[in-house]
C-alpha cells in the first residue's frame, strides 16, 4: 500500500521569494502544518511518500512531485486566477480580524472569524476542485495547501513589483 502523504515541501526561491521575514516565517508555519498532517497521493501511482517542490512558472503555480529518492513522479500546472478573488477575500477579513481583536467585542471578532474560516473553506474547495482527478487530497490537506498558497501568493504580493 502506498504511503499517501508529503514528507517534504520545497520552495523555488527564484520564482517564489519572500518578500521578508514575515512572509517567510507564514511560510515556514504553513509548510510545518502541512507535512504535520496530510493525505496526499498522485491518481494511478503507486508510490509515495512524495516531496513537493513549488514554483511559478508564467503567473501559475507549478507542482512538481517527487519521491522520496528524488525520482520524478509528474509535475502538474495550476492556474492562479480561479484564486485571485478568494486569496483577495480571504487577506481582507484577516486584517479586519486582527483589527478587531484590538476593539471589538468577543461576540463580534467570533462573527468575524466565521467569516474568515468560511471564506478559507471556499478557497479549500477550489483547491481540492483543481486537484480532483490529479491529486488525492483530504479537506484538510487542501486546507492546509490553500493556506500554503496564501502564504505564497502574500510574499509575492509584497514583494517589488509583485
Not at 57 to 79: C, N, P, Y
Not at 97 to 103: F, L, M, N, P, V
Not at 123 to 150: H, N, P, Y
Request: with cysteine; hydrophobic share 40%; charged share 30%.
Amino acid at each position: 500500500m502506498a504511503d499517501k502523504r508529503l514528507i517534504a515541501v520545497e520552495i523555488d526561491e527564484e520564482t517564489l521569494s519572500s518578500s521578508g521575514p514575515d512572509a517567510e516565517h507564514e511560510r515556514r508555519v504553513a509548510i510545518f502544518d502541512l507535512i504535520e498532517e496530510n493525505t496526499f497521493g498522485i491518481i494511478d501511482d503507486d508510490g509515495g511518500p512524495y516531496v513537493l517542490h513549488l514554483s511559478m512558472v508564467e503567473r501559475k503555480l507549478v507542482f512538481d512531485i517527487r519521491r522520496e529518492s528524488g525520482d520524478k513522479v509528474h509535475a502538474f500546472i495550476l492556474s492562479i486566477s480561479p484564486f485571485r478573488g478568494i486569496i483577495r477575500d480571504y487577506f481582507m477579513i484577516c486584517e479586519s480580524y486582527y483589527s478587531a481583536i484590538k476593539t471589538q467585542t468577543p461576540h463580534q471578532i467570533e462573527a468575524i472569524d466565521m467569516a474568515r474560516r468560511g471564506i478559507h473553506n471556499e478557497g479549500s474547495s477550489l483547491l481540492a476542485e483543481r486537484l480532483e482527478g490529479k491529486i488525492e487530497v483530504d479537506f484538510d490537506t487542501a486546507r492546509r495547501l490553500f493556506t500554503l498558497i496564501c502564504a505564497l501568493h502574500a510574499g509575492q504580493a509584497r514583494a517589488p513589483g509583485g
